[in-house]
């Protein structure tokens, strides 16, 4: 809940970014005191923060997943946060992990509506996601089901928006099932 709040207020923001982390080579070679082993051997804190959310991601407890999907969603929708970022957390697998809660999720609202919340903010990470999309396609289709079903859900439209974009990049991706 403290992490939220903080993600919320944007203070996690300006912690996500390491000075020594998004050095280049030339900024160390500058430096007498860093060398690029240390840049090297210090992880950039956005990856720190990708492994550390994977764990309460992995609970079977549905309220810690739901509120580590909320921090992700606070952390991820902030201004301040690049693209590049976003991109870390996609490429970190963050995603994959999130196809797995849709899959197990038995379609609860309470579960799905933060989990594409987030899968929407990570498409921002056209590239990486598109892979990762194409990845969790079945949980993605399971949900459609569900989300169809209900009148004026309020995910129907970000659940179509990333069946689209899946089979514009991938056209051969749904079966005649999944197309039905």
């Not at 399971?142 to 970000?158: A, K, R, S």
Request: one cysteine or more.
């Amino acid at each position: 809940a403290l992490l939220a709040i903080l993600a919320q207020q944007g203070l996690l923001a300006n912690l996500h970014t390491s000075p020594v982390s998004s050095m280049s080579l030339d900024e160390v070679d500058d430096d007498p005191m860093l060398t690029g082993e240390t840049v090297v051997a210090r992880p950039c804190l956005n990856v720190l923060f990708a492994e550390a959310i994977k764990g309460p991601l992995l609970s079977t407890d549905s309220e810690v997943q739901t509120r580590t999907l909320d921090l992700i969603f606070h952390y991820v929708s902030q201004e301040s946060i690049p693209s590049k970022q976003v991109q870390v957390l996609v490429e970190e697998n963050v995603a994959d992990y999130i196809f797995e809660i849709l899959r197990l999720s038995e379609c609860k609202d309470q579960v799905i509506n933060p989990c594409l919340r987030v899968l929407d903010l990570f498409s921002a990470a056209e590239h990486s996601f598109r892979k990762k999309l194409v990845i969790g396609f079945p949980s993605v289709i399971q949900v459609l089901h569900y989300v169809g079903g209900v009148p004026c859900h309020p995910f129907q439209i970000q659940t179509l928006k990333l069946i689209s974009s899946c089979i514009s990049d991938f056209p051969g991706i749904a079966s005649s099932s999944q197309v039905q």
